[in-house]
T-cell receptor
């Protein structure tokens, strides 16, 4: 069945270091979404990418959507302790018009001050 | 402020008991979803509803039931048939296909 995989599962960095998480789908996606979940909190939508090869930036965060629309990455430059949390990618689930998303298992980022 | 309200925040279930988790949204979204999240894992879809009076099973619907009598409300019942109910339950909504989902604060369910 359709799968979305993220690597790594966990990442510990020193504050100020860069961080990247990768998202790979078994199927071509019409769009990819990224969410952040702080410890003890709920997922919060960060961004949506739609076009092949698209790159979007939000301050220190850079999001990329692969040319084949099957992979994506999130890169954080110069991490801060406020970046701590789990980052999920998600894409439309199935081919029907249901609104369902399939989520990756997430990458948990720990930042040491 | 528009948003999704889940209650209660914490819930304890006794053996053989059914419990109901509330989810209310005032975003005027047609679609609503229930997810289960286990520690260190991603979100797994339990049930979803695209329109009032209609809902569909997700990937892990066994032991759960839902209703969608009003657009704003999508309660989830965890029945006694769900043998491992301890988890974090998240309700979400969106305007429809491919659109970002908005999440409530979640309900943490534990077994007494």
């Amino acid at each position: 069945g359709q799968q979305v995989m993220q690597i790594p599962q966990y990442q510990h960095v020193q504050e100020g270091e860069d961080f990247t998480t990768y998202c790979n789908s078994s199927t071509t996606l019409s769009n990819i979404q990224w969410y952040k979940q702080r410890p003890g909190g709920h997922p919060v939508f960060l961004i949506q990418l739609v076009k092949s090869g698209e790159v979007k930036k939000q301050k220190r965060l850079t999001f990329q959507f692969g040319e084949a629309k099957k992979n994506s990455s999130l890169h954080i430059t110069a991490t801060q302790t406020t970046d701590v949390g789990t980052y999920f990618c998600a894409g439309p689930k199935g081919s029907g018009n249901t609104g369902k998303l399939i989520f990756g298992q997430g990458t948990t980022l720990q930042v040491k001050p | 402020d528009g948003g999704i309200t889940q209650s209660p925040k914490y819930l304890f279930r006794k053996e053989g008991q059914n419990v109901t988790l509330s989810c209310e949204q005032n975003l005027n979204h047609d679609a609503m979803y229930w997810y289960r999240q286990d520690p260190g894992q991603g979100l797994r879809l339990i049930y979803y509803s695209q329109i009032v009076n209609d809902f569909q099973k997700g990937d892990i619907a066994e032991g759960y039931s839902v209703s969608r009598e009003k657009k704003e409300s999508f309660p989830l019942t965890v029945t006694s048939a769900q043998k491992n109910p301890t988890a974090f339950y998240l309700c979400a909504s969106n305007v429809g296909w491919g659109q970002p989902q908005h999440f409530g604060d979640g309900t943490r369910l534990s077994i007494l």
